[in-house]
Every structure is written in C-alpha cells, then in structure tokens.
C-alpha cells in the first residue's frame, strides 16, 4: 500500500485535476467526508487528509510515502530527510513582504528603524531580513497576517499573494518580493528504495501529469 499526504482546500483543489489523470480519484470528497483516511480508485495507494503544514512531517517520519506540500511550507520544515523529485507547478503565488499603503517602507529600512513584522513564515522572514542586513522583530501568528499592520501589531507582514485582493481589501501594498511559491511532489527516502516498484511508477506519472 501506498500512502499519500494531502491537505484539504487549496493543494487538493488544485491536485484533483493529477490526481485523476493518473487514476488516483479520490473516493470520497475531502472536503465533505469527516474520514481522514481516503481511498483511491487504485487500490493500491491510499490518501491521508493532513493541514497543509503538516504534509513534510509525514512524509519524513514514513508515516506517508509521498506527499505535496507548498514551497513557502518546505522552506519552513527545512526539507530534512524529503526526496523532492518533482515541482508540480500548482497553488502559484508569491512570498513578499507587504506594509500598509501610507507607510514609507523603504525610508524606514534606509535609517535602521527596527521594525515589527508578522508572519506565519518566521525561518522564511528571518533568512529574508538577515541578508539583506535589516534588524526586524518577527512576532509569529498562524493566519490573518494582513490584520496585524491595521491594529498596531506589525509595521509589515511577510506573507503569501496570488491576486492581491487580500493585500488590497486591507490597504497594504507589496513592498519586497522574496520568492515565487508553488508546490512540490515529495517523497519519503527510505519507501522509494523499499517500495520503488510501486512508487516509481507514480513519480513518474506526476511528473507527466504536471507537464501537462
Ligand atoms: P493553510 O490552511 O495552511 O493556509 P492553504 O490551503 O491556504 O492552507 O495553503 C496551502 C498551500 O497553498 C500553501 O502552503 C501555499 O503553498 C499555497 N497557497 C496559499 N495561499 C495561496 C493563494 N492565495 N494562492 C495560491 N496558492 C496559495
Ligand atoms: C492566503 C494568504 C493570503 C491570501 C492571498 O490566505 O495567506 O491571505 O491567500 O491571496 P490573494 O492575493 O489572492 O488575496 P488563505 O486564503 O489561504 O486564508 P487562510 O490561510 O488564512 O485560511
Ligand atoms: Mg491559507
């Protein structure tokens, strides 16, 4: 049996279209279904529904086989002990670094102000800030990042954009690109030596799925 790791919303969303071109259909709805283990039309590989950031621990301990998980959340777990054979081109966006509209960004960088920034990104933000040579206090929330600027919290926010309209709906605007985001198939080591029979051919078909 192989098992892969998914969340629900977004990746699965955008997996759906792969997933049934490579005959793994899932049989239930993950996003109805209250089961957390689904099973496939290949009776072979099994699906486990999983939060987003979740997805690499799984996958490192074995516990799934393979799984696909975003960069921005790769970055974060730091990508130890994953096998990351292939990206999969879905859930595109960008990591930037975003402040309210008004706020001069740039001047406050240019004089060394120390400034607070929210994310839920902290490893992200820190390697971000730490190169370009700027003194941040990062303070670490789980979601609804754009608030924090709007109520004191933070001068700016590190978080993910795909169309803007979060960042415009609370009058932020973009102030620094830090890396384009996608999501990535990943692999447990150790089951692609023990199960390569049956993994390799899954890879495989991925990678062909993804290209489209
Ligand atoms: P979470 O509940 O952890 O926020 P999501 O389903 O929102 O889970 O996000 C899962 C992944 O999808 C993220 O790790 C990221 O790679 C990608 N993603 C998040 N937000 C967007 C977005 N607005 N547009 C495109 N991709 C996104
Ligand atoms: C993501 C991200 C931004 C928003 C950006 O949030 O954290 O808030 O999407 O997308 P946009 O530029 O198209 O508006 P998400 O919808 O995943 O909400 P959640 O993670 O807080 O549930
Ligand atoms: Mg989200």
């Known amino acids: 049996m192989i098992t892969l790791a998914l969340s629900k919303g977004r990746i699965f969303d955008e997996s759906a279209p792969l997933l049934a071109a490579i005959g793994l259909s899932l049989a239930e709805d993950p996003g109805k279904t209250r089961k957390l283990i689904v099973a496939t039309k290949n009776p072979g590989v099994r699906v486990i529904i999983v939060r987003a950031t979740d997805v690499p621990t799984y996958v490192q301990y074995g516990a799934a086989d393979l799984g696909i998980a975003g960069?921005?959340?790769?970055?974060?777990?730091?990508?130890?002990?994953?096998?990351?054979?292939?990206?999969?081109?879905?859930?595109?966006?960008?990591?930037?670094?975003?402040?309210?509209?008004?706020?001069?960004?740039e001047s406050a960088v240019k004089q060394g102000a120390r400034l607070r920034v929210a994310t839920k990104y902290i490893g992200t933000a820190r390697e971000h800030f730490a190169a370009k040579g700027v003194h941040v206090d990062l303070i670490h929330l789980y979601g609804s990042m754009e608030l924090a600027p709007l109520v004191g919290l933070a001068d700016a926010i590190v978080d993910l954009v795909d169309t803007g309209n979060t960042l415009r709906a609370n009058k932020l605007k973009v102030v620094e690109e830090i890396e384009p985001i996608s999501s990535r198939l990943i692999v447990n080591p150790a089951s692609l030596k023990l199960k390569r029979s049956a993994l390799g051919p899954v890879i495989d078909a991925f990678g062909k799925a993804a290209r489209g």
């Open 71 to 105: 960069s921005d959340v790769l970055a974060e777990h730091g990508g130890v002990g994953l096998y990351q054979p292939l990206d999969l081109a879905i859930a595109k966006c960008r990591m930037v670094v975003a402040a309210p509209e008004g706020f001069d960004y």
